[in-house]
């Protein structure tokens, strides 16, 4: 069984912290990942995807592989109230994590 | 570009009738994707439909079904309803580049959200 796993959290940042949300996966031949973000009552909006090891940042927005390790990361620098909500981790054929709820207090 | 639609936004079912569902998806998109998604399980993979085929499905009852037409758009089918069945259904294309969606992001559409009672 090919599994994602994610800290179901919740995690809770002050506002302008950094949050770290990460992921393990089961399946060393994954070669995709995604972080999504879900608002609560919306659908998944993409955040990032990232195919090689090393870091891929966009704005506050950092994604991180280590396909050694089995491992993905997601930071968010300076934390907003408005990224409060759940990230799913995605891989590979798309079967994704149970989500982090993350909450940014003011 | 239009995103992906999912009709209906809302339904209400009793338990033993069947509901269909339907997706059009982004433009140029070729791969349609279900997923169920409920408090408990999280986002669960129903299906995956290419150019008309069932390319992959997961660990779903037989009374879970779709199939999509020559212009990429799907439907889903549940028959015999049950109250477990509740929950919000979403549809996601993707271009499915590389011969495979596992390298494509997901755009997802609003959800159907399915009440069985």
């Known amino acids: 069984q090919k599994e994602v796993e994610q800290n179901s959290g919740p995690l809770s940042v002050p506002e302008g912290a950094i949050a770290s949300l990460n992921c393990t996966y089961s399946?060393?031949?994954?070669?995709?990942f995604f972080w999504y973000r879900q608002y609560s009552g919306k659908s998944p909006e993409l955040i990032m995807s990232?195919?090689?090891?090393g870091d891929k940042e966009d704005g506050r927005f950092t994604a991180q592989l280590n396909k050694a390790s089995q491992y993905v990361s997601l930071l968010i620098r300076d934390s907003q109230p408005s990224d409060s909500a759940t990230y799913l981790c995605?891989?590979?054929?798309?079967?994704f994590g149970a989500g982090t709820r993350l909450t940014v207090k003011p | 570009k239009a995103g992906v639609t999912q009709t209906p936004r809302y339904l209400i079912k009793t338990r033993g009738q069947q509901v269909t569902l339907s997706c059009s998806p982004i433009s140029g998109h070729r791969s349609v994707s279900w997923y169920q998604q409920t408090p408990g399980q999280g986002l669960q993979f129903l299906f995956e439909?290419?150019?008309?085929?069932?390319?992959n499905k997961g660990n779903f009852p037989g009374r879970f079904s779709g199939r999509q037409f020559s212009n990429s758009r799907s439907e889903m089918n549940v028959s015999t309803l049950e109250l477990g069945d509740s929950a919000l259904y979403l549809c996601a294309s993707s271009l499915a580049l590389g011969g495979g969606r596992a390298l494509s992001p997901l755009h997802f559409g609003n959800g159907t959200r399915l009440t069985v009672t």
């Open positions: 439909y290419f150019s008309e085929t069932q390319r």
């Open positions: 995605a891989v590979g054929d798309m079967r």
């Open positions: 399946d060393r031949g994954s070669q995709s």
């Open positions: 990232i195919y090689s090891n």
